[in-house]
Structures are given as structure tokens and as C-alpha cells.
């Protein structure tokens, strides 16, 4: 059965299209509870505070219908998507739909579980089913609701107590609008236990010329002294539309590293939210957009210091040419039991045309008088002194203004940790940035 999201469609019209569509997918009480708040949210409107910058009337005016498993978009050619030396586990996901014919699991099931959530769900596996909607909470976000409510199959990962995972475990979301105009769901819940690290990398991609609607949600368990590296690549094409909603629970001394890099694509919605619950918490967070033509980037981020002794640190860069907008708005809260928190934020941007926007909004909340935090914002253009120099010296004006800004991109890509993820990275903002600005 399709079900419409359009302007015609109401919201309980849409809900008891769902309930049909998803009769056959495991985890029906969450669901259940999903629906039943989201008919209550509703799709969130221009005026909504969280959404205002965001557009969702956009994607009502498109008439997206539910994706259903689709055997022929499982037949693609997926290697054209991979990252080149970067060894590991291969997750394929199609369309939300984890598949097992592309995904290449190297690593034996006795040392580290990847497999598909729902199967893990109908299999009531103890750890899918105590962090499965845990740490994503359905009744505060309509995006979130409606994933819970539709997703088909998604992707676990469990790392068991001090098992340390040497190599990345690669999840290459491709999405399909060959057919029309889509909607489609993914969900992740990754569980890192004591001692343990891993590193996840997801790289987003697409094929054909229809209008596609995607939501991602990930929960992550990063258990006491664990480490969790995860790396967003979002290079999806011009007319995809996506909510990617992050939710990673911290426990005392884990280590948490979050990189997210927003290429391209028409309406990127980005919702990162840390909740550090332990002392002795250290997390950083970085985020770099290249935007142009009229593609909107949007992210948000909270990070909330529940207990007292931890460090967070956050660094977004933003770079806007033709008619494109970016946005940012990261919010700190410090609770009064969180004493000795340090906590910074930062968030830097050039407009390189004059249609080109930011919205930038970074914001503390402290309820904590033992704190070192800080935040702030600064948007710009390109330094023309700077520019002109560099012409003088012989380069042409183009290749110098790509290297001044591959300069103000560098202080987030040099953080990356890998190293062929890391040259595969520098390349693509590289080529990006002498192309499109």
C-alpha cells in the first residue's frame, strides 16, 4: 500500500495509511506509540522554533509516498559508492532496507554483531530490545516520531565488553528515486559496552532523477570508558531531501568523536543531540557544509551536561555561494549537578555571494556555578586583500580563492582520524570547492 505525504493529505489521513503500510514490521508497540505521537506533533510548521529555518512546507508541495522493498533497487551497482581504501565491514543500505546481498561482514559474530535491526528485533535479541527507542524520543520530534513509526529493517551494532574494533565499520546509504518520488526510513542502534571502541562511518549517496525524501535516526549506547568515532558524509544529489536525527548516550569516561560533512543535496536537516551522563566525559564535535544553488543546510545540536567533571567541544564551518542558506543553532545546558563542566561552541561562515545566508544561533544555558563555557559566531567573506596577494604571486584567481578556502576547511578535516578516510575527504572538499565556488 503507498502512502501520500502531500498538502491534501491530513495528518490522521496519513496515520491510518501507515497503520496498514506496516502491519508486517517487528517492534509493533513502539510503533504504536510513534504513530500516536505524531499524529498528536503533527509535521512541524514555519513557525514552529526548531523548524523555522527549515522549510518542511518544501516538502509538501512534492507528493513523496512511502517506499515499499523494492527488488530492483536492490540490483544496483554499489562499489561506484565506496570509499577507496577504506577497509572494514561494508554495510549496504538501499532505500532504508539493509542488504544483505551488498553488505560484506568480515568480522566473526563471536567478536561483534552487525546485523539487520529487524531481524534482531523479531529475534528479541537482549540488547536490541533494551536500547531499541531509548535515547530517541518520539514525542518531542514529528521526524523522529514518524521514523519509529515506518522504518523497515536498519542496521545494529553491538561491541562487546573491551573488544576494540581496529578498522571502520562502513554503513553506504544509497537511495533510489529511479521509481518517483519517495519516502524513505533507515534507523541505526549502535551499543559500545565497557572498554570497547568503534569507529562508524556513513557516507550518503543516490541514483536517479526523482525527488526523495529520507530519515535517518541512530541511537548510540557508548557504555563507561568506551569510544565511538562517527563520520557523516552526506553527498546525496540536488533535488533529496533528508532528516538525520543523531542520539548518543554517554557514560562516565567514554570518548566521543562526531564528525558531519553536508555536500550537497536540496534541504539537509541535521539533528545531533550528545546527553553526557557520567563524569569524566570527553567529547568534540565538528561539522563542515559546502553548500550552493538553493540547497539549504541545517543543523542543530544540543549537548547536555547531566553530571559533573566532563569536556565537550564543537566547531562548525560553513562555506555558502548562489542562493543557498545555512544554518546553525547548538545549544548547550549545563544541570546543576555538572559542576567543573568545560564546554565550548564555536561556529564560523563565509557568504561567497550576495544571495547567499547563515542563521546562526549558539546558545548556553547554565544552571552550574563551577563552569568554564564559552560560545560564539562569526560570519564573513573571502579576505580580497588576501586574494589579491595571492595573484600577485602568480596564481589564478580561481585556484586562489579555492586554496583560501580549503585553508578555513582544513581546521575541521584535520581532525579527521583516519587516514585514508581522511585523503578521501580531503580530495572531495578539494575538487568541491575548485567546481562549484
Given at each position: 500500500m503507498n502512502v501520500a505525504v502531500n498538502e491534501k493529505n491530513t495528518t490522521p489521513e496519513v496515520v491510518s495509511q501507515i497503520q496498514k503500510s506496516i502491519a508486517q514490521y517487528?517492534?509493533?508497540?513502539?510503533r504504536k506509540e510513534a504513530l500516536e505521537a505524531f499524529e498528536k506533533l503533527g509535521l512541524p510548521e514555519n513557525k514552529s522554533e526548531e523548524y523555522k529555518n527549515t522549510p518542511i512546507t518544501r516538502l509538501l508541495q512534492k507528493n513523496f509516498v512511502l517506499d515499499q522493498p523494492n527488488a530492483a533497487a536492490q540490483k544496483l551497482d554499489v562499489k561506484d559508492f565506496f570509499i577507496p581504501g577504506v577497509e572494514g565491514n561494508v554495510i549496504v543500505v538501499i532505500n532504508g532496507?539493509?542488504?544483505?546481498?551488498?553488505?560484506?561482514?568480515?568480522?566473526?559474530?563471536?567478536?561483534?554483531?552487525?546485523?539487520?535491526?529487524?531481524?534482531?528485533i523479531a529475534g528479541q535479541h537482549p540488547v536490541a530490545m533494551a536500547h531499541l527507542a531509548k535515547y530517541a524520543d518520539s514525542s518531542a520530534d514529528a521526524f523522529t516520531a514518524w521514523n519509529t513509526a515506518t522504518w523497515q529493517s536498519g542496521v545494529f551494532i553491538h561491541?562487546?565488553?573491551?573488544?576494540?574494533?581496529?578498522?571502520?565499520?562502513?554503513?553506504?546509504?544509497?537511495?533510489?528515486?529511479?521509481?518517483?518520488?519517495?519516502?524513505?526510513?533507515?534507523?541505526?542502534?549502535?551499543?559500545?559496552?565497557?572498554?570497547?571502541e568503534v569507529t562508524i562511518v556513513e557516507k550518503f549517496d543516490s541514483v536517479g532523477d526523482g525527488n526523495h525524501f529520507s530519515t535517518l535516526v541512530t541511537e548510540a549506547e557508548v557504555a563507561e570508558n568506551a569510544g565511538f568515532n562517527h563520520y557523516t558524509i552526506q553527498n546525496d544529489a540536488g533535488n533529496r531531501y533528508q532528516v538525520v536525527t543523531t542520539n548518543i548516550h554517554q557514560e562516565r569516561s567514554?570518548?566521543?568523536?562526531?564528525?558531519?560533512?553536508?555536500?550537497?543535496?536540496?534541504?539537509?536537516?541535521?539533528?545531533?543531540?550528545?546527553?553526557?551522563?557520567?563524569?569524566?566525559?570527553?567529547?568534540h564535535m565538528f561539522g563542515l557544509y559546502l553548500v550552493t544553488g538553493d540547497t539549504l543546510a541545517d543543523n542543530h545540536t544540543v549537548v547536555d551536561h547531566r553530571k559533573a567533571n566532563s569536556f565537550s567541544n564543537e566547531l562548525y564551518k560553513g562555506i555558502m555561494d548562489g542562493n543557498s542558506r545555512g544554518v546553525f543553532n547548538g545549544k548547550i545546558y549545563v544541570r546543576p549537578q555538572a559542576q567543573k563542566t568545560n564546554a565550548f561552541q564555536a561556529n564560523r561562515n563565509?557568504?561567497?555571494?550576495?544571495?547567499?545566508?547563515?542563521?546562526?544561533?549558539?546558545?548556553?544555558?547554565?544552571?552550574?556555578?563551577?563552569?568554564?563555557?564559552?560560545?560564539?559566531?562569526?560570519?564573513?567573506?573571502?579576505d580580497e586583500e588576501a586574494l589579491f596577494y595571492l595573484q600577485t604571486r602568480g596564481i589564478a584567481?580561481?585556484?586562489?580563492?579555492?586554496?583560501?578556502?580549503?585553508?578555513f576547511a582544513a581546521e575541521i578535516l584535520e581532525n579527521v582520524k583516519h587516514p585514508e578516510l581522511k585523503a578521501y575527504l580531503d580530495e572531495l572538499v578539494s575538487e568541491r570547492l575548485h567546481k562549484n565556488f
Open positions: 517487528p517492534a509493533q508497540a513502539y532496507v539493509f542488504s544483505e546481498e551488498h553488505s560484506v561482514i568480515v568480522s566473526p559474530s563471536s567478536e561483534i554483531t552487525i546485523t539487520n535491526l529487524g531481524t534482531a561491541v562487546p565488553k573491551g573488544k576494540v574494533v581496529e578498522k571502520p565499520i562502513v554503513i553506504y546509504h544509497i537511495h533510489d528515486a529511479r521509481g518517483g518520488q519517495v519516502i524513505t526510513a533507515g534507523r541505526n542502534l549502535i551499543v559500545t559496552e565497557l572498554n570497547s567514554s570518548r566521543v568523536n562526531t564528525y558531519t560533512f553536508t555536500l550537497s543535496g536540496k534541504l539537509v536537516r541535521n539533528n545531533l543531540q550528545l546527553s553526557i551522563d557520567g563524569e569524566g566525559i570527553e567529547s563565509i557568504l561567497m555571494s550576495d544571495k547567499a545566508t547563515v542563521n546562526t544561533k549558539p546558545q548556553l544555558e547554565i544552571w552550574a556555578d563551577d563552569v568554564k563555557c564559552s560560545h560564539g559566531c562569526t560570519t564573513g567573506q573571502l584567481q580561481e585556484t586562489a580563492r579555492a586554496m583560501m578556502l580549503y585553508a
